[in-house]
């Protein structure tokens, strides 16, 4: 596509569910990465992958935290167990592999866990 | 440790004024450098980026930056300022040609008719 593409763009779920949220990359990047966003927190960086490398789990919060990547394409990020401070937007992005093309983000997904 | 600091959480400016947004970072080696506007409910949408070569960056909607190695800084800067630029302006770098962004804290800027 022409873009990054998230789903959903909003989620409201209840507390000790488990969610996913999907992630669809520009076609042909080769890199996609997810992103948290909440108040005070700033924008953190979960996880990375890149080609058919291992990704880069370094920032996952928690073991509740699990993303996978097929195909090389699509991405779901999975949240088991939701707890509160779970709420947060969660931002995707992709990349050519190359950063003079930059990183192009989605819109997002907002987690609400209540 | 890497990181990257915008010191100023929000910034207030009149319409028509100049605006400079200001972003230090931490690195061992030359970083690239990126600006990304985000406006409500919104994504993130790159402004500009610097590799190499020329220290001076143009952008879009008329912003610019530029790289000072020797302040370990990347402020952004624009001379007049439209009221469709309120927002929050994220600084991020990497130091690798793929690697993951490491962001500020962002600074919001509101612009007073």
């Known amino acids: 596509g022409a873009g990054v593409s998230q789903s959903p763009s909003n989620k409201v779920t209840e507390k000790g569910k488990d969610v996913e949220l999907r992630c669809d990359p520009i076609?042909?990047?080769?890199?996609l990465y997810w992103y948290r966003q909440s108040l005070g927190q700033g924008l953190e960086f979960l996880i990375y992958?890149?080609?058919?490398?291992?990704?880069?789990k370094s920032g996952l919060p928690s073991d509740r935290f699990s993303a996978e990547r097929t195909g090389g394409s699509v991405s779901t990020l999975t949240i088991q167990r939701t707890q509160q401070e779970d709420s947060a937007v969660y931002l995707c992005?992709?990349?050519?592999?190359?950063?003079?093309?930059?990183?192009?983000f989605g819109s997002g997904t907002r987690l609400t866990v209540v | 440790a890497q990181s990257v600091t915008q010191p100023d959480i929000h910034i207030t400016v009149s319409e028509g004024a100049s605006l400079e947004l200001r972003c230090n970072y931490s690195?061992?080696?030359?970083?690239?450098l990126f600006w990304y506007v985000q406006s409500p409910g919104q994504g993130l949408q790159l402004l500009l980026k610097?590799?190499?070569?020329?220290?001076l960056v143009q952008g879009i909607k008329g912003f610019e930056a530029e790289f000072k190695r020797s302040q370990s800084s990347f402020n952004l800067r624009k001379p007049s300022v439209h009221w469709s630029d309120a927002a929050e302006y994220f600084c991020?770098?990497?130091?690798?040609?793929?690697?993951?962004?490491?962001f500020g804290q962002g600074t919001i800027l509101t612009v007073h008719p």
């Open positions: 610097y590799f190499s070569g020329d220290t």
């Open positions: 076609s042909g990047h080769t890199a």
């Open positions: 992958f890149q080609g058919n490398s291992a990704p880069d």
């Open positions: 992005a992709s990349s050519s592999g190359t950063v003079n093309y930059g990183y192009t």
């Open positions: 991020a770098f990497t130091g690798t040609s793929y690697g993951k962004l490491t």
């Open positions: 690195y061992g080696a030359t970083p690239y």
